[in-house]
């Protein structure tokens, strides 16, 4: 009888350090919570055919977006990235975050390095686009809804950052 309440005891204890090993990236429960209900929202609801998934952190703002292929679409070919992990077959790249409000990622997280991509993008036939849910971050512990679905008008170009182009050869 003692035995089987050890037993039980241990088990009950290493059942509860697996939970917690299951956050290794974000410095909250919730952000790591609100990005695997984000995945899984977009999956169900927005797209069913998605499989990479990106997530942004820009000042207070948390983004989950996704897309049928890696480097496909904008700002993801250009942006640093992080990382990333792997969640019910889906693989959920997190980007550097663009000065954040709160410390979003831990110091020692455990996401996959990804080799920064060299060469031709992948060709891209027009029929994908940025589309996913946008959350405000009011801290580490509550973060609330704002947008979700297709979001091309928060991914518009800024013309002030543009690159302008050369002036034309004088002859």
Do not use: W
């Not at 429960?29 to 929202?41: K, L």
């Not at 009011?138 to 518009?156: A, P, Q």
């Amino acid at each position: 009888m003692r035995n089987i309440i050890y037993l039980s005891i241990l088990l009950f204890f290493s059942s509860c350090s697996k939970n917690q090993d299951e956050n290794n990236i974000f410095s909250s429960d919730e952000i790591y919570r609100t990005v695997i209900e984000g995945v899984d929202t977009a999956k169900k609801d927005i797209s069913k055919a998605d499989s990479i998934f990106y997530v942004f952190n820009r000042y207070d703002t948390l983004i989950v977006m996704s897309s049928e292929h890696e480097d496909i679409l904008q700002p993801t070919q250009t942006i640093k990235k992080e990382g990333y992990f792997k969640y019910n077959k889906n693989k959920i790249i997190v980007t550097e975050p663009y000065k954040p409000t709160f410390q979003f990622l831990k110091e020692n997280n455990k996401l996959i390095p990804i080799k920064e991509y060299e060469g031709k993008y992948p060709y891209y036939d027009g029929s994908d686009y940025q589309k996913g849910l946008i959350y405000k971050i009011k801290d580490l512990n509550h973060l609330e809804l704002i947008d979700k679905g297709n979001l091309t008008k928060y991914f518009h170009r800024i013309p002030e950052y543009e690159i302008p182009m050369p002036p034309a050869p004088t002859m």
